[in-house]
T-cell receptor, first 114, second 118 residues
Framework: DGGITQSPKYLFRKEGQNVTLSCEQNLNHDAMYWYRQDPGQGLRLIYYSQIVNDFQKGDIAEGYSVSREKKESFPLTVTSAQKNPTAFYLC?????????????FGEGSWLTVV | AQTVTQSQPEMSVQEAETVTLSCTYDTSESNYYLFWYKQPPSRQMILVIRQEAYKQQNATENRFSVNFQKAAKSFSLKISDSQLGDTAMYFCAFMTRGSGAGSYQLTFGKGTKLSVIP
Protein backbone atom coordinates (compact mmCIF):
# COMPACT_ATOMS: atom_id res chain seq x y z
CA ASP A 1 0.00 0.00 0.00
CA GLY A 2 1.15 3.55 -0.66
CA GLY A 3 1.92 5.69 2.31
CA ILE A 4 4.38 7.17 4.75
CA THR A 5 6.16 4.90 7.21
CA GLN A 6 7.76 6.21 10.37
CA SER A 7 9.91 4.14 12.68
CA PRO A 8 10.27 3.47 15.46
CA LYS A 9 6.89 4.33 16.91
CA TYR A 10 8.36 4.62 20.42
CA LEU A 11 11.93 5.60 21.21
CA PHE A 12 13.72 6.33 24.46
CA ARG A 13 16.85 8.44 24.56
CA LYS A 14 19.35 8.89 27.30
CA GLU A 15 20.74 12.29 28.08
CA GLY A 16 23.55 13.22 25.69
CA GLN A 17 22.65 10.71 23.00
CA ASN A 18 21.77 11.36 19.39
CA VAL A 19 18.83 9.43 17.98
CA THR A 20 17.50 9.12 14.44
CA LEU A 21 13.86 8.85 13.42
CA SER A 22 13.18 7.20 10.09
CA CYS A 23 10.66 8.38 7.51
CA GLU A 24 10.04 6.59 4.22
CA GLN A 25 7.38 7.33 1.60
CA ASN A 26 6.38 5.44 -1.54
CA LEU A 27 3.97 8.08 -2.84
CA ASN A 28 6.53 9.55 -5.26
CA HIS A 29 6.15 12.88 -3.48
CA ASP A 30 8.76 15.55 -4.07
CA ALA A 31 8.51 17.34 -0.72
CA MET A 32 8.95 15.95 2.79
CA TYR A 33 8.55 17.57 6.18
CA TRP A 34 9.20 17.00 9.88
CA TYR A 35 6.91 18.43 12.53
CA ARG A 36 7.05 18.36 16.29
CA GLN A 37 3.93 18.24 18.46
CA ASP A 38 3.96 18.85 22.21
CA PRO A 39 1.02 17.83 24.44
CA GLY A 40 -2.02 19.99 23.82
CA GLN A 41 -0.23 21.95 21.13
CA GLY A 42 -0.36 22.32 17.39
CA LEU A 43 2.38 21.32 14.98
CA ARG A 44 5.66 23.14 14.61
CA LEU A 45 7.86 22.75 11.54
CA ILE A 46 11.40 21.48 12.15
CA TYR A 47 12.81 20.94 8.64
CA TYR A 48 11.49 20.48 5.14
CA SER A 49 12.89 19.34 1.82
CA GLN A 50 11.54 20.05 -1.64
CA ILE A 51 14.04 17.97 -3.65
CA VAL A 52 16.80 15.45 -3.10
CA ASN A 53 20.00 16.81 -1.53
CA ASP A 54 18.31 20.04 -0.48
CA PHE A 55 16.49 21.00 2.71
CA GLN A 56 15.55 24.13 4.67
CA LYS A 57 15.16 24.95 8.34
CA GLY A 58 11.70 25.40 9.73
CA ASP A 59 10.65 27.31 12.82
CA ILE A 60 12.41 25.13 15.43
CA ALA A 61 15.44 23.57 13.69
CA GLU A 62 17.95 24.07 16.52
CA GLY A 63 19.16 20.75 17.90
CA TYR A 64 17.95 18.76 14.89
CA SER A 65 19.52 17.64 11.62
CA VAL A 66 18.21 15.97 8.48
CA SER A 67 19.40 14.49 5.20
CA ARG A 68 17.67 13.85 1.89
CA GLU A 69 19.86 11.46 -0.09
CA LYS A 70 16.91 9.68 -1.70
CA LYS A 71 13.53 10.95 -2.77
CA GLU A 72 11.80 8.33 -0.62
CA SER A 73 13.67 8.98 2.62
CA PHE A 74 13.98 11.92 5.01
CA PRO A 75 15.50 10.85 8.37
CA LEU A 76 15.54 13.22 11.33
CA THR A 77 18.36 13.16 13.90
CA VAL A 78 17.64 14.58 17.32
CA THR A 79 21.01 15.65 18.66
CA SER A 80 22.18 16.12 22.22
CA ALA A 81 21.96 19.86 21.58
CA GLN A 82 18.17 19.63 21.63
CA LYS A 83 17.45 20.46 25.27
CA ASN A 84 13.85 19.32 25.45
CA PRO A 85 13.36 16.58 22.86
CA THR A 86 10.50 14.69 24.51
CA ALA A 87 7.62 15.06 22.04
CA PHE A 88 5.60 13.44 19.28
CA TYR A 89 7.23 13.71 15.85
CA LEU A 90 5.31 13.62 12.60
CA CYS A 91 6.75 13.16 9.14
CA UNK A 92 4.78 14.31 6.12
CA UNK A 93 5.06 14.52 2.36
CA UNK A 94 3.35 16.35 -0.48
CA UNK A 95 3.24 16.47 -4.25
CA UNK A 96 3.47 20.25 -4.60
CA UNK A 97 1.87 19.97 -8.02
CA UNK A 98 -0.87 22.52 -8.53
CA UNK A 99 -4.30 21.07 -7.92
CA UNK A 100 -2.86 17.97 -6.26
CA UNK A 101 -1.24 19.96 -3.44
CA UNK A 102 -1.98 18.13 -0.20
CA UNK A 103 0.19 17.12 2.72
CA UNK A 104 -0.12 13.55 4.02
CA PHE A 105 1.25 12.37 7.34
CA GLY A 106 2.86 9.26 8.77
CA GLU A 107 1.65 7.70 12.00
CA GLY A 108 4.21 9.52 14.12
CA SER A 109 7.00 8.65 16.54
CA TRP A 110 7.08 9.21 20.27
CA LEU A 111 10.46 10.24 21.66
CA THR A 112 11.06 10.23 25.41
CA VAL A 113 14.21 11.27 27.21
CA VAL A 114 15.02 9.05 30.18
CA ALA B 1 3.53 36.52 9.28
CA GLN B 2 0.94 33.97 8.27
CA THR B 3 -1.31 32.78 11.06
CA VAL B 4 -4.23 30.45 11.64
CA THR B 5 -6.61 31.04 14.55
CA GLN B 6 -8.98 28.48 15.97
CA SER B 7 -10.91 30.33 18.65
CA GLN B 8 -12.61 27.29 20.20
CA PRO B 9 -10.13 25.19 22.23
CA GLU B 10 -12.83 22.66 23.12
CA MET B 11 -16.31 21.83 21.90
CA SER B 12 -18.85 19.10 22.48
CA VAL B 13 -21.82 17.87 20.48
CA GLN B 14 -24.51 15.26 20.97
CA GLU B 15 -24.35 12.22 18.75
CA ALA B 16 -26.33 12.73 15.50
CA GLU B 17 -26.31 16.51 15.91
CA THR B 18 -24.44 19.10 13.81
CA VAL B 19 -21.42 21.10 14.96
CA THR B 20 -19.38 23.86 13.36
CA LEU B 21 -15.70 24.48 14.10
CA SER B 22 -14.38 27.93 13.29
CA CYS B 23 -11.08 28.93 11.70
CA THR B 24 -9.72 32.25 10.54
CA TYR B 25 -6.41 32.88 8.86
CA ASP B 26 -4.24 35.74 7.76
CA THR B 27 -2.14 35.77 4.62
CA SER B 28 -1.18 38.22 1.91
CA GLU B 29 -1.13 35.47 -0.69
CA SER B 30 -3.92 35.25 -3.24
CA ASN B 31 -3.47 31.59 -4.14
CA TYR B 32 -3.42 29.00 -1.36
CA TYR B 33 -4.99 25.79 -0.15
CA LEU B 34 -6.98 25.22 3.02
CA PHE B 35 -7.33 22.02 4.99
CA TRP B 36 -8.97 20.47 7.97
CA TYR B 37 -7.11 17.60 9.62
CA LYS B 38 -8.45 15.25 12.27
CA GLN B 39 -6.18 13.82 14.96
CA PRO B 40 -7.86 11.03 16.98
CA PRO B 41 -6.31 9.62 20.18
CA SER B 42 -4.03 7.46 18.01
CA ARG B 43 -2.34 10.77 17.08
CA GLN B 44 -2.29 10.10 13.35
CA MET B 45 -3.15 13.19 11.29
CA ILE B 46 -5.97 12.39 8.89
CA LEU B 47 -7.01 14.71 6.07
CA VAL B 48 -10.71 15.54 6.41
CA ILE B 49 -11.30 18.07 3.67
CA ARG B 50 -9.44 20.35 1.29
CA GLN B 51 -10.35 23.65 -0.36
CA GLU B 52 -8.53 25.57 -3.08
CA ALA B 53 -8.74 29.32 -2.52
CA TYR B 54 -9.50 30.13 -6.14
CA LYS B 55 -12.61 27.93 -6.09
CA GLN B 56 -15.76 29.64 -4.86
CA GLN B 57 -17.70 26.43 -4.36
CA ASN B 58 -17.45 25.05 -0.84
CA ALA B 59 -15.88 21.60 -0.56
CA THR B 60 -17.86 18.67 0.83
CA GLU B 61 -16.85 15.16 1.85
CA ASN B 62 -19.78 13.05 2.99
CA ARG B 63 -20.80 14.44 6.42
CA PHE B 64 -18.10 17.11 6.36
CA SER B 65 -18.46 20.45 4.61
CA VAL B 66 -16.81 23.83 4.79
CA ASN B 67 -17.98 27.42 4.68
CA PHE B 68 -15.19 29.27 2.89
CA GLN B 69 -15.40 33.06 3.01
CA LYS B 70 -12.31 34.33 1.22
CA ALA B 71 -12.85 38.03 1.83
CA ALA B 72 -13.34 37.42 5.53
CA LYS B 73 -10.48 34.86 5.58
CA SER B 74 -12.72 32.37 7.28
CA PHE B 75 -12.81 28.60 6.78
CA SER B 76 -15.23 26.82 9.12
CA LEU B 77 -15.89 23.06 9.22
CA LYS B 78 -19.39 21.67 9.63
CA ILE B 79 -19.85 18.08 10.78
CA SER B 80 -23.34 16.73 10.25
CA ASP B 81 -24.84 13.67 11.95
CA SER B 82 -21.94 13.57 14.42
CA GLN B 83 -20.65 10.12 15.30
CA LEU B 84 -18.65 8.87 18.27
CA GLY B 85 -15.72 8.26 15.94
CA ASP B 86 -15.58 11.98 15.20
CA THR B 87 -14.16 12.59 18.68
CA ALA B 88 -10.71 14.03 18.00
CA MET B 89 -8.58 17.15 17.77
CA TYR B 90 -9.31 19.11 14.61
CA PHE B 91 -6.66 21.30 13.06
CA CYS B 92 -7.22 23.98 10.46
CA ALA B 93 -4.28 24.65 8.13
CA PHE B 94 -3.38 26.48 4.97
CA MET B 95 -0.65 25.92 2.43
CA THR B 96 1.13 28.72 0.61
CA ARG B 97 4.22 29.04 -1.51
CA GLY B 98 7.48 28.94 0.45
CA SER B 99 10.71 30.82 -0.12
CA GLY B 100 12.27 28.33 -2.52
CA ALA B 101 11.20 27.67 -6.11
CA GLY B 102 8.38 25.15 -6.20
CA SER B 103 8.20 25.00 -2.42
CA TYR B 104 5.14 25.15 -0.21
CA GLN B 105 4.62 25.55 3.50
CA LEU B 106 1.80 24.48 5.77
CA THR B 107 0.69 26.64 8.70
CA PHE B 108 -1.45 25.07 11.43
CA GLY B 109 -3.85 26.42 13.99
CA LYS B 110 -3.63 25.21 17.61
CA GLY B 111 -6.59 22.89 17.23
CA THR B 112 -10.09 22.36 18.60
CA LYS B 113 -10.80 19.34 20.77
CA LEU B 114 -14.19 17.92 19.78
CA SER B 115 -16.04 15.46 21.97
CA VAL B 116 -19.09 13.63 20.65
CA ILE B 117 -21.41 12.69 23.51
CA PRO B 118 -23.58 9.56 23.25
Amino acid sequence: DGGITQSPKYLFRKEGQNVTLSCEQNLNHDAMYWYRQDPGQGLRLIYYSQIVNDFQKGDIAEGYSVSREKKESFPLTVTSAQKNPTAFYLCASSTNRGSENTIYFGEGSWLTVV
Amino acid sequence: AQTVTQSQPEMSVQEAETVTLSCTYDTSESNYYLFWYKQPPSRQMILVIRQEAYKQQNATENRFSVNFQKAAKSFSLKISDSQLGDTAMYFCAFMTRGSGAGSYQLTFGKGTKLSVIP
